[in-house]
């Protein structure tokens, strides 16, 4: 079985979010970048499934030098080999038609993503690449398992879920409860230095959006304190104050 | 040209989401002079279809086919983006569901259209630009999108637009699509539907603990309270984590992003990752014990207080309000 895994390299989840000039680019001052954290749980899941020589993993990333630190982490992590696509990941319709050249190129039978970047949350790679290889896609799954052909997602709904059979290949975008992340042991941190690391450029691609500037959340007010026997007045002021009662 | 809207039903169903998405194009139409179409897809009865037109929908397509009864993402979008063809329409609207989720990017390869996800308000078409403001670092920004492709395709963040009704009622048209067995490929084995529950995407108000509770034997009381206030359940990460709640209801950067009119936080610190996923709430209230907890600085209202003593006085005080109303 030949899986590929798609990473992002995405700002660290306790990175306060601010920009600079005049608020067109993001301030990437001191921000720790790391591994998507549903990437992983993509990666996770593909080294069980190819677990015991059972198949290679490929991980793939878009993204300019400053990305192979990532990289690393996700070959220390236990994927077999890595591309990079050298280019600024412009938006997901950029990334995914890079990503689908490649498997064209290369053949896949499975291709994960993580559910959303966390970063710009699209959720649309997985789709595109789907779309632009015309193979199923499922966007936000919890569960992945393969018997011969076939596999079996279990995708979430709003107040449920649902299980889908699907033959391969496919492409799927993981959320936890797929598998637990894996964190680099000791060989796997060595052995990622020597893993193959394949730079290729990218194709050319009209784009179709683009980013003008960011806005952070309105600050809130000054928190109103309730007194801890008073609940009745906290009730009062949901109704007769915010209206959401 | 004309806007289309796709109308996603849940058992037959819409859904207040869908209401607003509907609003929501209704109002693109009318910026741009033109028409709103809407397309369902799947059994739904003539008067919930015809209802659409309440919001704005001039026509609804009709897709019933048993091939298509249940959502499969490749063959939804075909026909979606079929209808849109048909229809001259060179914007789609859908919500950002879990299902619009999968739509929406396989609907932008094949109309060729810039996506704009998560939408949290109305296109700005000033100077000849279509800019869409959306959610971004999950929650924690809003980028400004510009879509430069002739064809558009925006999904709408649920609870961001206002439900408007306008009009009566709209014609139903039946439209027979095209299906290609290779788009059916997935095969849909079991949907599990807690009908009896608010589900946490769609719901106005959300009661959510935190580690602060001790334990899942101490969940009755927050189920209590949700129940009074017809809310949706929610955690933080590490209750989850620990499998005291389902991960379905973990909110936060790396779980569900919400934006109810009401987040009541039982027992949770407001670590920034979890602050994340539920900022746009329009009123936060917070209980916790610790009046330096930094969930205090983004709250709108708080009780300092042991959840244990609070919530009861907060169950009884509701329904004191609820038997006075
Ligand atoms: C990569 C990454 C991603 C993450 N993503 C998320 C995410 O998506 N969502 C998320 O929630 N977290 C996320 N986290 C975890 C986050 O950093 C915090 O650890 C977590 O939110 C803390 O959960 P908590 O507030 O329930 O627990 P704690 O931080 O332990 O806080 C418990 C709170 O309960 C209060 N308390 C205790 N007893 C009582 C009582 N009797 N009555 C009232 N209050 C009481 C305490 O004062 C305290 O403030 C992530 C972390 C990482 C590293
Ligand atoms: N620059 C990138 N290179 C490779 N894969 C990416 C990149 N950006 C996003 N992805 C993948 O697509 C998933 C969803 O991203 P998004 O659609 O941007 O929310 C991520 O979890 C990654 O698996």
Redesign the pocket.
Known sequence: MKILVCISNVP???TKITFTDNNTQFNTNGVQF?LN?YDEIALARAIELTDGGNGTVTVINVGEISTEPTIRKALAIGATDAVRINAKPHDAWFVAYQVAQYIKANQFDLVLTGREAIDYNGSKVAGMIGELLDIPSVSIIKKLDISGNQVTVEREIEGGKEILSIPLPIVAGTAEGVAEPKIPNMRGIMSARTKPLTVIEPVEVKTFSEIISYETPASRGQVKLIPADDAAKLVELLHTEARVI | MSVLVYTENADGKFKKSIFEAVSYAHAIAVQNNTNLIAISIGDVSAEELTALGKYGAEKVLNVSNEKLKNFVNQAYASVIAEAAKKQSADIVVLSNSFSGRGLAPRLGVKLEAGVADGAVSLPDQSEGKFKVKKTAF?GKAFAIVELTSANKVISLTPNSYKIVETSAGAAIEDFSPEVKASDLAAVIKEIVRATDKVSLPDADIVVS??????GPENWGMIEELADLLGAALA?????SDAGWRPHSE??????IAVSPNLYIA?????????L??ISSSKVIVV????AE?P?YKVADYGIV????E?VPKLIMAIKEYKASA
Do not use: E, M, Y
């Open positions: 660290d989840t306790t790391i954290p | 999950s603990g935190g580690r602060g509770l001790k955690c933080s990460k590490p209750v973990h909110v936060g950067q790396t779980g039982i027992g949770i610190s407001g670590a920034i990752q979890h994340a996923g209980i916790n014990k610790d907890a969930f207080g042991d959840a244990f609070v």
